[in-house]
């Protein structure tokens, strides 16, 4: 057998070994729930990913909810996109950013009743998908009771999926989100003076 003959049996045998590997465990992977996604970190692409799994789900026809906690003051390309969805509702707090408002009562009076269209989606089972954005700033300003959403989001119909972004998710979402994903800012454009952009950004 030549050199380069034998290189091409042994990456064969390499790639068989692998794909037998990868069958067994999307056969032992057998279990179909609702799960939690949480999304957290300092680098961009939470939100956005939280609406890259509302695509897939439309793509099935899926009935998704997302509600958006702190922001939706500025307008943004896909809340243009997401009114015009037959099977999207959405909820905005609409109070910008706790340093723009810089009333906490306002601030935590806005998030309970925010929260409490939250809770009218997590507990309807025909949502398939709620998207929770920035609700981890929700618990470590302490505008709402921990306790209190995760057993929301606990006793939720089996089926329904969530998920959530913010930056600092608190060590108990983690403990009971079922994936969990941390962005790294590298870099971010903003940095170098560059403007939020349309289509990127917002
Ligand atoms: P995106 O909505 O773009 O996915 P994100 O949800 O990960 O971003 P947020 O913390 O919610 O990030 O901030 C939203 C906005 O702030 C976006 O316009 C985003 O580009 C910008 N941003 C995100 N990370 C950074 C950063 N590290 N420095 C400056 N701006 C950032
Ligand atoms: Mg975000």
């Not at 790639?15 to 999307?26: C, G, L």
């Not at 996604?37 to 099935?60: D, E, F, H, I």
Request: with cysteine.
């Amino acid at each position: 057998m030549s050199e380069d003959q034998s290189k091409d049996a042994s990456y064969k045998q390499r790639m068989q070994r692998k794909k037998a590997h990868i069958d067994s465990r999307i056969e032992e992977a057998n279990i179909d729930k609702g799960i939690i996604v949480l999304l957290t970190g300092n680098g961009k692409g939470k939100s956005s990913s939280a609406l890259g799994m509302v695509c897939r789900a439309l793509g099935y026809d899926m009935k998704v909810a997302i509600v958006k906690f702190l922001k939706g003051v500025q307008d943004t390309g896909e809340d243009a996109f997401l009114v015009k969805q037959p099977n999207v509702q959405t909820v905005f707090m609409k109070t910008g950013f706790t340093w723009d408002t810089q009333d906490k009562e306002y601030d935590t009076a806005m998030a309970v009743k925010t929260w409490s269209k939250a809770q009218a989606y997590l507990t309807d089972e025909s949502i398939d998908l709620v998207v929770l954005d920035e609700l981890t700033y929700m618990i470590s300003y302490k505008y709402l009771d921990e306790s209190m959403i995760l057993n929301t989001l606990n006793n939720r119909p089996k089926d329904q999926h969530v998920v959530i972004t913010g930056r600092a998710a608190s060590d108990t979402l983690i403990q009971i989100a079922d994936t969990v994903s941390e962005v790294k800012d590298i870099k971010h454009a903003f940095r170098e003076n560059i403007k939020a952009q349309k289509g990127i950004d917002l």
